[in-house]
């Protein structure tokens, strides 16, 4: 069997996206994603995006995510942005607002025209349960509106708030993104005992009230360029501390992500770009 993909990135978080509509991909298996996505045997992504029918009438399309170990997620900022794109670009619709099925419920995409797109993420849930993260026993402090918990790593404590945008995000404050231990305490705070699900690590280097720095050890690809959900994330975290105010340019290491949050009970508003790299085929095993 031969499969087609498009290998697209946003802010340089790259990406597998796979027409599910017009190809069987029934019998490929997690760990078949988990090898299209490795960098040296395989095409090489953070993630893998398949592009489906929507069981939700509302819908108009669904939109499943793997992670680039193979793991299934709820939701992924960059790669709805990229998802607009490309059934735009496919032809397989010509509405520039989509709304699109995915784990958590639905999710609204606009393409503007600059070619851009401007995602509405969501409500993030802002208690430490809803992640899930087991906090009970932790220290904790409040920062304006924002609750940190103390998490001893490699021999060191590191407070951090906790945000849900549907997937887990633990975000901590750093002097310099370019020199905090984004690797050695990214991976160890992903999996972590206090994170059930293991969550994705969140470093915010804080510029100005409207500009941070972020980098993000998500789980199940490590490090990646860009994190869409993580600079919501950090937003969300730095607003509630009192630190921050909307709109905020997001700093990544692959690009530039504009968001902006009203506040508690509102949606976040995420904005950056979409590219494709290619298109490509790849034989897989029967
Ligand atoms: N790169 C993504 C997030 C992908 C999912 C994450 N690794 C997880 O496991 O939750 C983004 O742009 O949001």
Redesign the pocket.
């Known amino acids: 069997m031969k499969l087609k993909f498009t290998k697209m990135h946003?802010a340089g978080?790259d990406f597998i996206v796979v027409n599910a509509i017009d190809q069987d991909v029934s019998r490929i298996t997690p760990a078949d994603w988990c090898a299209l996505a490795d960098r040296h045997f395989g095409v090489g992504a953070?993630?893998i995006l398949l592009v489906e029918k929507p069981s939700k009438s509302s819908a108009d399309f669904k939109y499943t995510?793997y992670?680039q170990d193979g793991?299934l997620?709820?939701?992924?900022?960059?790669?709805?942005r990229c998802f607009v794109k490309y059934v735009h670009d496919k032809g397989m619709t010509q509405k520039r607002e989509i709304t699109v099925q995915i784990a958590t419920g639905l999710m609204i995409l606009t393409l503007n025209e600059d070619g851009s797109v401007t995602v509405n993420m969501g409500v993030p849930k802002l208690q430490a349960a809803g992640l899930p993260a087991v906090v009970d026993s932790l220290p904790s402090r409040k920062q304006g509106e924002d609750t940190l918990y103390a998490v001893n790593v490699n021999g060191g404590t590191r407070w951090l708030s906790m945000v849900s945008?549907g997937?887990?995000?633990a975000v901590q404050v750093v002097s310099d993104v370019n020199t905090a231990p984004v690797l050695f305490d990214g991976e160890a705070l992903e999996k972590h005992a206090i994170f059930p699900n293991?969550?994705?690590i969140g470093f915010m280097q804080i510029h100005d009230q409207h500009h941070i720095s972020v980098r993000?050890f998500?789980?199940?690809?490590g490090e990646?360029l860009?994190?869409?959900?993580?600079?919501?994330a950090a937003v969300v975290a730095g607003i509630r501390r009192g630190v921050l105010s909307s709109p905020v340019t997001v700093q990544a290491r692959g690009g530039v992500l504009n968001i902006a949050w009203a506040g508690k009970g509102h949606p976040v508003m995420m904005s950056g770009p979409a590219v494709t790299v290619f298109d490509g085929e790849v034989p897989l095993v029967d």
């Open positions: 946003g978080n953070d993630q995510i992670n793991s997620v709820e939701n992924c900022g960059n790669g709805a945008m997937n887990p995000h293991k969550a994705n993000v998500e789980r199940g690809a990646t860009a994190c869409g959900t993580g600079a919501c």
